[in-house]
């Protein structure tokens, strides 16, 4: 199966005037990774050989690499397969020179550029770069990058509770990722999941990942016990390489992942993987079980964004937190609760920003904790408290944190909140890379697109994402608002007809229906659809920034202003980005619109330019 086409469009951008004079002079790097050594080996990759005294080779051609490139080519060949951070590289690079924020990333883009394939270096979201082709030394040994493995959720059997198989699948993905980050690279879940939901084997899921290795299998329930029978498949030659049966007490589920968790560490030969299976496996005693089967089962009903069981969902995360004060994934997951719910309408945003700050006060010693609690802290601080200073702080404490579909949404979305759609774009991109098959980051590319005023690309990358994802909602949402007011109204509406009848209470696909029939000249039906929202307004909280862009397209636009007022009010997620939105250009000279997005410029004029480029 084909991948999407990659979205790394990168071109090299000059240097800036602080490091140009500076490129010519020699480098003053000693005997590390970078420096030159004459007992070097010569280096092989991806087509090209780089000599021990630092002639770069394309066949017989030599390329030309400046100082500082080859000092940061040697540093990523030195560590090919793992994450080497910008700040790692600046000190290679520069020592203790002071040099401009987008230095490092200058560097990588024109290194990339003169490589040629420039894709043997790979940009790994908020961490930093890794070098992905295979590193052939003096003509014998290969260093390979880390072998890639994804686990696919687990099928289930008959009476096993629906949640068991995808939980603990994800609860093995979270743990393996810490514990094997030296001698596996996990793939990205949301990926894996979307293919395997398909009906993808897990030799065809991992060959569309190009992932070394697979880990499949089932669930199924006996008498007394749960047996998970795993298999780790090879994908390249697609056999199975070994397979084991796991067996817990069907009251002790806890169990399934700590055993998994050491079979694997076993297994990749880790040190000290067996007691640091067995000490995850002491965490979960008696007193904990139970919210923690708690948790697993409100994890899986949340996600599914319907609003009952979202609402479920938080009942159920509230008690298991409750019952297991110090059950911190729990903690995090109701965050993501809070945020997502706000996002789709389904709590008032200042009672989620309530619900968030209640939550990590009861997380002691909060960074080191719990630090992927922070991008939900940097939510609320720009959206609900409009501190854009406390926001970017907590966004730098928690840069380090591998992208997953939460930190890589609020990273985002406050990137377009700012209306930095660069910045968005290469957020997007990034994850991207290690997550192709995301509907919802394929989805938010497109948004973002939108955003920046790019028709043309915002419309291509909609139509691809209907290629991939046709019946995904993210898909549906954005392609209903993007396609009609490009002129595809038809199909647009069919997309937010489609849409409505599978979320009809969320209060955003019904607001991008209305939308889509005002574009099609449906307006009374488009009204009364207006009219069911403001009357349910009156029973719960209604979001409201999307609903301006269908008054304007009713001609009223007084009643659009009227709206997007309200959704300010209200702290509304949607509503700073909404000021973006070419659907609301004929609000743009208004008074009131000006007034709204002078807000944005003072929160940004409480920055200084430097800190903002440190976070």
């Known amino acids: 199966m084909k991948l999407p086409p990659s979205a790394n469009g990168d071109t090299p951008a000059p240097d800036s005037p602080a490091t140009r004079g500076a490129e010519t002079a020699p480098p003053a790097w000693g005997n590390g990774a970078s420096g030159f050594n004459r007992d070097q080996p010569s280096l092989s990759f991806g087509g090209l050989r780089l000599e021990t005294d630092g002639t770069l080779f394309r066949g017989e051609e030599v390329v030309h690499l400046p100082p500082r490139e080859l000092a940061a080519l040697r540093l990523l060949l030195e560590h090919a397969g793992q994450v080497i951070s910008p700040l790692q590289l600046k000190k290679e690079l520069w020592g203790d020179v002071r040099v401009t924020a987008d230095s490092v990333p200058r560097c990588l883009s024109s290194l990339r550029a003169r490589l040629e394939p420039e894709d043997c270096i790979q940009t790994v979201y908020k961490r930093g770069y890794r070098f992905i082709a295979k590193v052939q030394r003096d003509g014998g040994a290969t260093r390979a990058p880390l072998p890639r493995l994804a686990i696919l959720p687990f099928a289930t059997g008959f009476v096993v509770p629906e949640h068991l198989g995808q939980a603990v699948a994800e609860e093995a993905i979270a743990r393996l990722t810490n514990l094997l980050s030296s001698r596996v690279s996990m793939v ?144 995090v997951e109701l965050l993501h609760l809070c945020i997502t719910q706000a996002f789709y309408g389904s709590m008032a945003p200042l009672v989620a920003a309530e619900l968030v700050r209640r939550t ?43 992208h997953d579909t939460w930190n890589t949404r609020e990273r985002a979305m406050l990137a377009l909140s700012r209306h930095r759609f660069d910045e968005a774009n290469e957020i997007t991109r990034a994850a991207l890379l290690e997550d192709p098959y995301s509907p919802w980051l394929h989805a938010r590319k497109a948004w973002t697109s939108h955003l920046a005023g790019q028709a043309a690309e915002s419309m291509a990358l909609i139509h691809r994402g209907m290629t991939l994802f046709p019946d995904h909602d993210g898909i549906g949402l954005y392609g209903s608002m993007i396609l009609p007011f490009n002129g595809e109204t038809e199909r647009g509406l069919q997309l937010a007809h489609e849409l409505s009848l599978r979320q009809p209470y969320i209060d955003i696909a019904t607001a991008a229906h209305a939308y889509a029939l005002a574009c099609a000249g449906r307006k009374d039906e488009a009204r009364t659809i207006l009219e069911r929202l403001q009357w349910l307004s009156r029973e719960r909280f209604v979001i409201k920034s999307f609903t301006p862009a269908v008054y304007v397209a009713l001609g009223e636009d007084d009643a659009a202003l009227a709206e997007l007022q309200a959704a300010g009010e209200d702290r509304c997620p949607w509503f700073f980005q909404m000021l973006a939105d070419p659907r609301l250009k004929p609000l743009f000279e208004r008074p009131e619109f000006v007034a709204m997005k002078a807000v944005l410029t003072r929160m940004e004029a409480s920055v200084a330019p430097e800190a903002d480029r440190q976070n």
């Not at 084991?244 to 055993?259: C, F, H, I, N, Y």
């Not at 002491?282 to 599914?304: K, L, M, N, V």
């Not at 991008?375 to 406390?390: I, K, Q």
Request: glycine fraction near 6%.
């Open 188 to 331: 990205a879940r949301d990926s894996v999941f979307t293919l395997a939901a398909r009906g993808y084997t897990a030799q065809q899921v991992g060959a569309a990942l190009r992932a070394d290795l697979a880990l499949t299998g089932s669930l199924l329930a006996m008498p007394a016990h749960y047996r998970l029978r795993v298999e780790m498949i090879l994908v390249k030659e697609d056999t199975q390489i070994w397979v084991e049966d796991l067996l817990v007490p069907k009251d002790r589920t806890a169990g399934l992942e700590s055993q998994l968790v050491e079979r694997l560490a076993l297994r990749l030969g880790v040190p000290g993987g067996l007691s640091i299976a067995a000490a995850a496996e002491d965490e979960f005693g008696p007193h904990r079980r139970e919210a923690y089967e708690i948790f697993q089962r409100a994890r899986y009903e949340w996600q599914t964004l319907e609003r009952h069981r979202m609402q479920d969902g938080l009942q159920h995360l509230s008690h298991a937190t409750e019952l297991d004060p110090t059950l911190i994934p729990a903690k």
């Open 360 to 402: 990590a006060d009861s997380i002691p010693d909060l960074p080191r904790q719990a630090d992927a609690v922070l991008p939900a802290m940097g939510w609320v601080s720009f959206n609900v408290d409009r501190n854009l200073p406390a926001a970017l702080w907590a966004f730098s404490r928690c840069a380090h944190l591998p």
